[in-house]
Nanobody, 120 residues
Framework: QVQVVESGGGLVQAGGSLRLSCAAS????????MGWHREAPGKRRELVAF???????NYQDSVRGRFTISRDNAENTVYLQMNSLKPEDTAVYYC??????????????WGQGTQVTVSS
């Protein structure tokens, strides 16, 4: 059994910063990659940032240079530092973990989501 739990969302003014955290726990042999997606009202869920086990990162163009994804391998945790936030960054942010559980080599798990609201 695997759990993916996010934290760190909230309300911030435009130009401000927030840091999201996501921890994966349970029956995990190894982590293939972890990252963040977001879903704004009336829009499809989209990739924000992702980091592979090898450390390769991928960012959505609209956040590159403002957001930084990092990880703590010992804690199976990934972070998203969000700076220079804009109202259009308002969304529910979901953590995604691609894990080797031993029985399934590439299993995808999602967190429950955390709300980020940026006021203008």
């Amino acid at each position: 059994q695997v759990q993916v739990v996010e934290s760190g969302g909230g309300l911030v003014q435009a130009g401000g910063s927030l840091r999201l955290s996501c921890a994966a726990s349970g029956r995990i042999v190894s982590i293939n990659g972890m990252g963040w997606h977001r879903e704004a009202p009336g829009k499809r869920r989209e990739l924000v940032a992702f980091m592979t086990s090898g450390g390769t990162t991928n960012y959505q163009d609209s956040v590159r240079g403002r957001f930084t994804i990092s990880r703590d391998n010992a804690e199976n945790t990934v972070y998203l530092q969000m700076n220079s936030l804009k109202p259009e960054d308002t969304a529910v942010y979901y953590c995604n973990a691609n894990l080797n559980t031993g029985t399934v080599p590439r299993a995808s798990y999602w967190g429950q989501g955390t709300q980020v609201t940026v006021s203008s």
